[in-house]
């Protein structure tokens, strides 16, 4: 069983989602990707086409203790769209197992209401849609069980941000310098 799900939709931005499965895989974590467009292959915001471990339908989520949200154009519409996934951040959130988006995706938390009071951040000028939220200027911020981070640039900070929630601050910085990644 997964650990973490990160979700892919048409248009997603490819170094955010793929940065967080990489990361999250070399520090030993199961990562699934997973499909919300009814099928296995996904092109990304630049066209480059991924293929997801799973379609979002035929997924059991039941033990997965992280979602994690990659931005980009479309793909973060597409996302907010999906029924299904969003009442699985409601699941998730109510129960508060850990919830993760990046760029533009932070918005979708911000308009179910769960940003409240919260530390957020997201792509820069998107900030309006973080309902509710304090926003804050750093790579990566994580509040409670919420983590958000800014865009393709902080993605690597963002997936160890993640891994330090999973795991802990040793195994994340053990991964920084494997990637040769100074913070």
Excluded at 31 to 37: A, F
Excluded at 74 to 80: M, V
Excluded at 142 to 151: E, L, M, N, P, V
Excluded at 158 to 180: G, H, M, N, P
Aim: hydrophobic share 40%; glycine share 10%; charged share 25%.
């Amino acid at each position: 069983m997964s650990e973490v799900c990160v979700f892919l939709a048409d248009g997603f931005e490819e170094i955010e989602g793929l940065t967080v499965v990489d990361l999250l895989r070399r520090a030993g974590i199961e990562t699934r990707t997973v499909s919300i467009m009814g099928q296995e292959e996904i092109q990304g915001a630049h066209g480059i086409i991924v293929k997801a471990d799973s379609l979002f339908e035929n997924t059991d989520f039941s033990e997965v203790k992280m979602l994690v949200l990659p931005g980009g154009m479309p793909g973060t519409i597409h996302l907010k769209e999906h029924k299904g996934l969003e009442e699985l951040i409601l699941k998730h959130n109510e129960e508060k197992k850990y919830l993760a988006a990046i760029c533009a995706a932070p918005t979708i938390f911000g308009g179910m209401g769960i940003l409240k009071g919260k530390k957020a951040i997201c792509y820069p000028g998107m900030e309006e849609g973080l309902t509710g939220a304090e926003v804050t200027c750093q790579p990566a911020v994580t509040d409670g069980h919420i983590t958000t981070s800014r865009g393709l640039g902080t993605a690597i900070d963002f997936a160890l941000a993640l891994i330090s929630e999973l795991r802990d601050k040793e195994s994340a910085d053990t991964i920084s310098k494997q990637v040769v990644y100074e913070r």
